[in-house]
């Protein structure tokens, strides 16, 4: 029964020809498949380039804003007064 059908799809040129092209669509679809994951992956790769980007950027502000600040807090110190040391409180025995 297998081999009737085989058989059939093999010598038959409508059927032959039918197998044919549903075969050439199924890769047509594949292609364009294959198209379309390549294109969201671009775009998926443009955007976390994006955000990095921004993100680096983000980092690097926040780092030059603390270091601004860190000088300014060395510069009070080094202008303020010493602070008066502290002495034990002796007891007296």
């Known amino acids: 029964m297998i081999g009737a059908a085989v058989r ?3 010598t038959n ?4 020809q039918t197998l044919t092209q549903t075969l050439a669509s199924a890769g047509d679809l594949l ?3 294959s198209d379309k994951v390549k294109s969201t992956v671009a775009s ?3 955007s976390v380039k994006e955000s990095v980007a921004a993100g680096s950027t983000i ?3 926040t780092v030059k804003a603390g270091k601004a600040e860190f ?3 060395v510069e009070r110190q080094r202008a303020a007064p010493p602070a008066p040391e502290e002495t034990p ?3 007296q025995p």
């Open 59 to 61: 980092f690097r502000d």
């Open 71 to 73: 000088q300014a807090s």
């Open 31 to 33: 292609k364009t498949g």
């Open 8 to 10: 059939l799809l093999l």
């Open 89 to 91: 409180n002796e007891q």
């Open 44 to 46: 998926g790769a443009e």
């Open 13 to 16: 040129d409508s059927v032959c």
